[in-house]
Every structure is written in C-alpha cells, then in structure tokens.
C-alpha cells in the first residue's frame, strides 16, 4: 500500500506550518504530511489523490477559514474518503459547533487551540485515531485471507472469531473471486473443507477450530503459571476492567476468554453514552484499549478457552479448562457474562450461521447493502446494530415483542431510531417461523397482539434478545437464581442454607464460596450497563485484596 497522508488545512500560514512541523516530527516516516490554506485548496489536493487511489489517513483543520469552514471542508472529505479520520481545530467559542458536527459528519475529534505541547495535547488523540485507521487499512503483506462459501456456519465462526479480536482478514467468496479459486487450487484441492485460511508465513489451515486458528495467528491459548491471586473468567467490561485494576495493584492475574475480549458490549457499533467519550466509540475499539492496558501492567490473557468446571482444593481455587490444564487461583472473579437468548420457532435453527445470526459485529453491516435486514429485541444493543446497519441495508425492520421502545432503550436512541428514513420498528411482533434452502429465504412474522401472520423475504435476520447467563460450568457449589444469574453478598440466602463456612458474612461481590467472586452481567440485578460493569470489576479487586488479607 502507498504511504498514506495526513492533510493539514489552516488559512493562518504560521499557524498550518506548525501543524505541518508538529506532524512530521512524529509521523513523517509512515505518513505523507500534507498542507493547504484554503478549503478548496484542500479539496482539490484530496481529488488528486482519490484519482491516483493513494489513502488518506487523516485531516486535520481549522474551523475558521474565510470560503469554506472546517466543519464544511470535512463533510466533503467525509463523502470521498469514508474512513477517513477527521480533526476539528477549534476555539473555545465553537465547542458547540464542534459537538454539533460529532453527530452531524461523525466528526472523529475535535481539539481547542493551542495543543502545545503536542507530546501531551496533539500526539495521544492522532495515535489512538492512526491506530484505528491503520486496523481497518492493513498491509496486504501481512494480512490473513479467509475463503469460503457465503452462507456457511464455520466460515462464519471463523470471520466472527478474527474480528471480534481485532485480527484483519480479507474475505474472498468461492464462486465470486477467482482469487478465491487460485488459492483453494494451490493448498491443495481435497485437502480440507472450507473454510481455508491462509496466514501471512504461507500457513495454511482447513476449517480450523477455535483454538487451532488462535495458536497459529499467536494468541495465548494456554496459562504459564501453575498459580495465580487472581483468575478471571470473562474478557467483557467487567473482566477487563478488574484485570486492569488487579494486576496494576501487583496481583498476579489471569483472564480467560473462550471468544473473544469485549463480550457482548464488544459487538457494539458505537457505545454513546460511555462517560469521557462524546462522539462515542465502538465496542471493539473500548475492547481493545482495555486488552492493551491491562496487558502493560501484566495481565494474562488465555482465549479460545472454554471453562468447563469449577473447584476448590484447599486454600485455592481450580478453574477446569477444555482441552488444556487447570489453572489455579487463590481467588476467582465470575465475570463470564450473558448470551443472546435463542429464539425458539419453526426452521430458526436450521439457518443459524446462515442467515439467522445472534448477535453482529459492526463490520458485518457491511455484507447486507441493497438488501432488507431485521433485527429481533428492545435494548440498546439492537438499537445501535439498527443504525449502523441503516448505513448499508436497503432498509432495516426492528421486531420488538413490547408495545413501547422507551421501557427498554435508552431515549437518544429511540429517537434517533423514529428520525431514520429507512429504519422501521414493529411493536408487538415477534418471529414464528423461518424457511430457505441453503440459506434464509423467508420468515414469519405474528402479531402478538391479534395472532395475524405475515410472511416476508429476507436473507438477513440478527437476534438481540434476552440474557442467558453463561454459569452452567459452576456446578452446584455457587448459589444461583432459577435463571442461572450468581447470588453475591446481602442477595445470597442465610449462610446455613448455602453451607458458607465462615463467622463473617460475604463481602459485597462474594459468592458463596469464599474468595469467589462475581462482577457484571452475569450477577444477579446488576445494571447491563458497560459502566456499572467496568465498575463491579474495579469494585471486586478492592473485595478480592480484602480477602486475600484473611487467607
């Protein structure tokens, strides 16, 4: 790939040749850094290389600038270069502006002049966006290429597997690129079943398992100590953000993910209410700092681990693993999170993987253009999958069992729903039946309300219902409600009735087993909110230190 550019577009000329100085000092051997002083200087800079194919990065500008604004030169760079990632220069006196355009252009940062010393001010907020850019823009050199049929259930794990951890693929379809066929008869024609991925060392590999596809890309798939303080099981919000917090706090700590770090709040398109963040960010991108961080103080992470059985053997506690050692901790945080709950009808089943989807990435939106997507459930979850996949589909139908949006959605984006010109919601309807042949074809929809039914076309179905918690590998030893959901602290029966063994009473978080704790969906009447997740996390470090100085 050429060498992508940074545009920098101010009308004061002292003050773009100190963007201009402050960019190539820090990016000038991966970028071309770029100027203009005017708006339609850099409009026209920006069509030379759209015709010459070369990326573009980023663009940095000024607000005010006689001819053209900022927030106007960016909204046409937004229509040329979609991903483009676009900085707003600003007073203090246009932050409204500045907001403003966060929703209206999804401007992607705005900074108030001056942003002296750039070590503190500019380079965090373009590192974090180049970063981004650069995960989406890969070099061909180093990319995996995954190949296979499009309505297959494995190639479908397999694509979910790489993007839910941040791995770019490129995904060539059998029967639509001849790519696609050169690289099937080049591995070896009969060798495996689709789908094939090839890796960037030449690697091969014929529908491969979970943690077959993690140890060849050179995840951890495997623990390196015998014990650990503190072993967490579930890579969401919760887990992360006790991971975080534990083993910046020195404890020796673990994580285990048999997906992928993030959990459902890492399928997000865009998580907009999470404090700090005003544009939002999407699920994957909160994932993914959350991983970095707690990685930099020394967390482990273990992936494409399902955890299979729970024991305690003595002063410590034993997390069982499929397909791989035990790991041992001295204590234990539950934070395994919940499941989109299956919807139960005629012929669903048969098209899980293949056109009936639970749950969605963000960049799966993409597959659907021209095309009529629904989408099953009431919270915010699907109401944020609706508007990202309102930017490709032809149109999108939310199916929502209730009478009302506004008792399970947050108000933003009910609102933003009922402005969006092809976004419909079905109130009181439900699914009752599916057919196709080697895909979804069709579905059946009931009015819950007056049992009419009404059958429709469509390939494209993607469920966001209910919260099946992930506990079944606890055994009968934590204290759970009839739904699965863990009891901790003042919810948990009397201590006779659940055989706590000890005179104090359980700490806030604590099961009912000592030194077991539980954090985030997976808890009883927690708030299935991203923050109050991240914060059960960093509250059940503080009760696990607690424990640990009793033991």
């Known amino acids: 790939m050429a060498k992508p550019s940074i545009l920098a577009v101010d009308d004061d000329v002292a003050v773009v040749g100190a963007v201009v100085r402050d960019l190539r000092a820090r990016y000038g051997q991966d970028y071309r850094i770029l100027r203009a002083t005017h708006g339609a200087e850099a409009l026209e800079i920006l069509a030379d290389l759209l015709l010459k194919d070369r990326p573009v990065a980023a663009v940095v500008s000024d607000q005010r600038m006689p001819g053209m604004t900022g927030i106007e030169v960016l909204s046409k760079v937004r229509e040329t270069f979609p991903d483009c990632k676009l900085v707003l220069l600003t007073a203090y006196a246009d932050t409204d502006v500045a907001i403003a355009a966060i929703n209206d252009i999804d401007l992607d940062y705005y900074l108030m002049k001056p942003w002296d010393p750039p070590d503190e001010r500019l380079y965090p907020v373009l590192d974090g966006l180049l970063g981004d850019w650069r995960r989406g823009h890969p070099d061909r050199d180093s990319e995996v290429r995954v190949v296979g049929h499009r309505w297959s259930e494995s190639t479908q794990a397999v694509k979910s597997f790489l993007a839910h951890n941040h791995v770019p693929y490129r995904w060539l379809e059998v029967g639509q690129s001849d790519e696609a066929e050169r690289l099937v008869d080049v591995a070896g024609p009969g060798e495996g079943q689709l789908p094939l991925v090839t ?28 014990l650990y303080d503190l072993c967490i099981v579930g890579a969401g919000p919760a887990g992360l953000a006790a991971a975080v917090y534990a083993a910046s706090e020195g404890l020796e700590t673990v994580v285990v993910e048999r997906d992928a770090p993030g959990g459902q709040a890492g399928l997000s398109a865009s998580i907009e209410n999470y404090l700090g963040f005003p544009k939002g960010l999407s699920g994957a991108d ?11 103080f020394g967390a482990e992470m273990v992936l494409a681990r399902d955890v299979v059985g729970f024991e305690t053997r003595g002063p410590v506690h034993a997390v069982l693993l499929d397909g791989s050692s035990d790991i041992e901790a001295r204590a234990v945080l539950v934070a395994s999170g919940v499941s989109y709950r299956r919807i139960d009808a005629p012929g669903l089943d048969d098209h899980v993987g293949r056109g009936l989807y639970y749950g969605a990435t963000a960049g799966e939106a993409s597959q659907t253009a021209g095309e009529d997507v629904y989408l099953v459930g009431a919270a915010n979850s699907a ?26 959605m947050s108000q933003y984006l009910v ?28 579905i059946t929809l009931a009015d819950r309300a007056t049992g009419d039914e009404q059958e429709v076309e469509t390939s494209w179905v993607f469920v966001f219902i209910g919260a099946a918690p992930r506990t079944d590998w606890l055994g009968e030893a934590i204290a759970r409600d009839a739904r699965g959901f863990v009891l901790t602290g003042p919810e948990l029966p009397v201590p006779a009735e659940v055989g706590w063994p000890l005179e104090r009473s359980p700490l806030a978080l604590e099961t009912s087993v000592p030194g077991v704790f539980a954090a985030g969906d997976v808890r009883l009447d927690s708030m299935k909110r991203v923050a109050s997740a991240v914060g059960e996390g960093a509250m059940a470090v503080h009760l696990v230190h607690r424990y640990l100085d009793t033991v």
Not at 389 to 406: K, M, N, Y
């Open 199 to 226: 890796l960037p060392d030449g690697a091969s590999l014929w529908s491969p398992r979970t943690v077959e596809l993690a140890d060849a890309l050179g995840l951890r798939t495997r623990a390196r100590q015998p």
């Open 383 to 408: 109401g944020q999958a609706a508007l990202n996949f309102a930017l490709h589909a032809r149109r999108v139908v939310l199916l929502v069992r209730g009478s009302t949006l506004e008792a399970s």
């Open 286 to 296: 909160l994932a993914h700092r959350a991983v970095a961080q707690a990685a930099r």
């Open 415 to 442: 609102t933003r729903l009922n402005e969006a010109p092809n976004i419909e919601v079905r109130l009181r309807t439900e699914i009752v039946g599916a057919s196709g042949d080697d895909h979804l074809r069709s």
